[in-house]
Each structure stands twice: as C-alpha cells, then as structure tokens.
C-alpha cells in the first residue's frame, strides 16, 4: 500500500512543461511567497492510501518563467504548469513521478489577499510492463494562510 505523506511531499521532478510567458505575467502577486496550507480530505476511492489531514508549507516562486513550489519541511521541490489564470483563481499542475508510480496534482485556488481557498485533485497511477495496473484518486480541500512574503527573481 501506498501512503502519500503530504500533498505536495517527496516527489521531486524535472519539469517537462513549457510555462506560458502571458500566463506568468497574469498571477497576481499575491500569489508568491511563503504559505501555511491546511488538507482536508474530502474524497478519495482508497482512503486508506491518502492522509486524511495535513499541515505543509509551500513556497511559491519563479525564476524567469519557470515556477516552482517546495516545501522547505521536506526538501521537495517541483516546477509546476499553469492551466489557467484568471484574476484570482489560479489552477496548476505538478507531475511527479517516482519508481512505477505518476503522481498528478491540479490544484485550484481563489486568492483573497493573504489566504486562499481552494481543492488539491490526486491521480495516484501504478505501471508494470508500460500499462497502468492501478489508479488511486483523492480530493482535499485547502485552505492557505500567507506567511512571507514574495520569492520572485527575475
């Protein structure tokens, strides 16, 4: 059985997304920085496999063009694909994968100035011989407090 630990924990990648410049510009700027974000599971088809809550920190940068989230309690790191912006509400999505396994995050949240609300959609695939053997799904609610502020370098 597998556990995820944290949402967004102990997949690390190399980006295969290219990152739209317009997009990058559109992020409002409250969107960078350091955040506490609280999980709520709120749906999974093997709850068993995913945490029920948590508590992480997620630093939100960029670099050029390229944008990535980490989380310093663990040291994972992860460049991450916007899908879409739109004033406030932001929607991205982060691909691990690690041994046999592709984990993909989308993540949609509504900026309100230092906090956010939004949910954390989980695909959890299993593959042996090139074919998908498992798929395991979870939705979490989120909710995000700032607690720093910006970590943008141009």
């Not at 739109?86 to 999505?93: C, G, L, P, Q």
Request: net charge neutral.
């Amino acid at each position: 059985m597998f556990a995820i630990n944290s949402v967004f924990s102990e997949f690390v990648m190399a980006s295969e997304h290219t990152v739209l410049n317009g997009y990058v510009e559109m992020i409002p700027q409250s969107f960078w920085g350091t955040w506490r974000v609280v999980s709520k599971r709120i749906d999974s088809d093997s709850p068993s496999s995913f945490r029920e809550k948590s508590l992480d920190l997620w630093n939100l940068s960029k670099i050029n063009n390229v944008i990535t989230l980490c989380n310093p309690f663990n040291g994972a790191k992860a460049e991450i694909k916007l899908d879409r912006v739109d004033t406030n509400y932001v929607v991205f999505t982060k691909i691990g994968k690690y041994d046999n396994k592709l984990l993909t995050e989308t993540v949609e949240i509504m900026l309100d100035g230092e906090m956010f609300t939004g949910f954390d959609s989980i695909k959890l695939e299993t593959f042996s011989n090139g074919k998908i053997i498992k798929t395991l799904t979870a939705k979490y609610s989120l909710k995000g407090e700032k607690i720093a502020g910006n970590a943008i370098a141009n």
